[in-house]
């Protein structure tokens, strides 16, 4: 099963690498999909060989960027992460599809906790 995470990104250096640390024990697929970033967020990218694509920041719509990736990616599951959403549990990919693979949904989401400051 082919699982595809993409983050979209914007200046995204301050948490990126926390969340690429995070997810990749999972071994999925990640793409960044970036809307010309001014500060380091490629070269994180680059440095953990993580595929990225490049839009111009005028073309970017969270809705129509996120399903227009996804139709083209060929996964048989797509995980979206926020550039800022560092995830908490070490196997928070396996929590957020195990309902989608058993078909008990086709939809999973995980909670979203601010942080302090």
Not at 37 to 48: C, E, F, G, H, L
């Amino acid at each position: 099963m082919k699982i595809l995470i993409i983050i979209p990104t914007y200046n995204a250096e301050t948490y990126l690498p926390k969340i690429i640390k995070k997810l990749e024990r999972h071994h999925s697929d990640i793409l960044i999909i970036d809307s010309n970033s001014t500060d380091s967020t490629i070269s994180i990218a680059k440095s953990n060989n993580i595929n990225f694509t490049q839009i111009c920041q005028k073309d970017f719509n969270h809705g129509v960027t996120r399903e227009q990736y996804r139709k083209s990616t060929g996964s048989d599951i797509v995980v979206y992460f926020t550039q800022d959403a560092i995830p908490i549990e070490s196997d928070i990919i396996e929590k957020l599809i195990k309902p989608l693979i058993e078909g008990e949904a086709s939809v999973s989401y995980g909670r979203q906790i601010p942080r302090n400051g």
